[in-house]
């Protein structure tokens, strides 16, 4: 079996809680249209084809880059033209008194295509949906938020342990355009060198953090030289690392005698056949949590990390917050069908839709569906 063998067997459209206005306001909404595209790359390109901060364009949430995608994103009122480009089209759907943000996604439709079924599988792959539809399954956070996971490196962990050179050097890594990166890494230190490298490949991030480290000085000024990245980096890679002590956490707190490990891009985490007796919610972890959570606090401890450590510190106007996500999910199926599969013979393909709430992920859905029979009825023998 496999999933996501085209972009458009992951089809995702967004819904907000409030629908664009008719009559011009402060800001104005569009409906992007994607094909293949990470989201922040589209909305970086955007800004520099807009001319404006990319902090002025709103989203409502991070869709799939291997999909294709409808999600909604805000501008000032004033911005009309648009681009024409491969893979992206964007469409005027309004006007809005306040930007997009997370607040304002209600929810997600997907359609979603799970492949090359055969037919001795059909009862396995029924079985689980079976399942899926009655018990649910855990609200983990899957590869998507990730991204800041760098050759096994935590970004968000080393700005927690307050290494902020360390957090630049795999910034450019990952940030830098392409053709610059060598350039930049081994002529790392050098930073009179690297803002020159910036300036001429037109880097304007490089630019602004190689401009004060290369000032006399500034040289180690590495925690302000951070601050001067864009504060929804910093917010990012912070929180996908709180993402994974959540997933670690919560994989301890559910896990029992049957069940299926999934695999994400940073650890496995366990899905039981079987709901447990779970609170309703719980914490993505913070400085500030109140209250404590064993499972957690076992997660740290493998980390080397006290709850205290879960800081952002001395960068301005950048802070984060203990934060509470429901433990549990419950995909609302609407529809499924079996069909034969056009690219594999003698097999079939399952056409799933249904509905998110914001933050869950579909992908999990997909693999929990499409998981290999030897890993369906592990036990507690595998540890995570």
């Not at 899926?132 to 962990?157: A, C, I, T």
């Not at 309703?280 to 450590?309: F, H, K, T």
């Not at 079996?338 to 594999?344: I, L, S, V």
Request: aromatic fraction near 14%; charged fraction near 25%; include cysteine.
């Amino acid at each position: 079996m496999r999933y996501k063998y085209l972009p458009e067997d992951f089809v995702v459209q967004e819904k907000l809680v409030s629908s664009p206005l008719p009559k011009p306001d402060k800001f104005r909404i569009f409906l992007l249209e994607k094909y293949n595209q990470e989201t922040l790359k589209v909305v970086e390109k955007l800004a520099r084809f807009w001319r404006i901060p990319m902090i002025k364009i709103g989203i409502a949430g991070i869709k799939d880059k291997y999909a294709h995608t409808f999600q909604y994103i805000s501008t000032p009122a004033w911005v009309k033209k648009t681009p024409k480009w491969q893979g992206i089209n964007l469409s005027p759907a309004g006007f809005s008194s306040h930007p997009l943000s997370a607040e304002s996604l209600a929810w997600n439709a997907f359609t979603l295509v799970v492949r090359e079924i055969k037919l001795e599988e059909k009862p396995t792959v029924e079985h689980r949906l079976s399942l899926l539809k009655e018990h649910g399954m855990p609200n983990y956070f899957d590869d998507q938020r990730f991204g800041s996971f760098v050759d096994g490196e935590w970004v968000g962990k080393h700005l927690f342990m307050g290494n902020m050179k360390r957090v630049l050097y795999l910034y450019c890594k990952s940030h830098a355009p392409e053709k610059l990166v060598s350039d930049i890494l081994s002529s790392w230190g050098d930073w009179s060198r690297c803002l020159l490298l910036s300036q001429k490949a037109c880097w304007h991030a490089g630019e602004r953090v190689f401009r004060f480290l290369s000032m006399e000085g500034h040289e180690k000024g590495f925690r302000h030289a951070v601050g001067l990245l864009d504060q929804r980096y910093v917010l990012l890679v912070a929180n996908a690392y709180r993402s994974f002590l959540f997933n670690q956490a919560l994989s301890l707190r559910v896990k029992s005698e049957k069940g299926v490990f999934l695999a994400t891009r940073a650890g496995e985490v366990f899905v039981p056949f079987e709901k447990k007796d779970l609170p309703r919610e719980g914490w993505i972890p913070a400085y500030d949590m109140p209250e404590e959570d064993p499972y957690l606090q076992r997660v740290l401890e493998e980390e080397n990390l006290l709850l205290s450590d879960i800081k952002i510190r001395g960068i301005y106007k950048t802070t984060i917050h203990a934060k509470k996500r429901s433990l549990w999910v419950y995909p609302e199926i609407q529809e499924t069908l079996w069909k034969e599969d056009e690219y594999f013979p003698q097999t079939f393909k399952l056409v799933i839709s249904m509905k998110l709430p914001p933050g869950s992920y579909a992908t999990l859905v997909l693999k929990w569906l499409a998981g290999s029979d030897n890993s369906f009825e592990k036990t507690n023998g595998k540890s995570l």
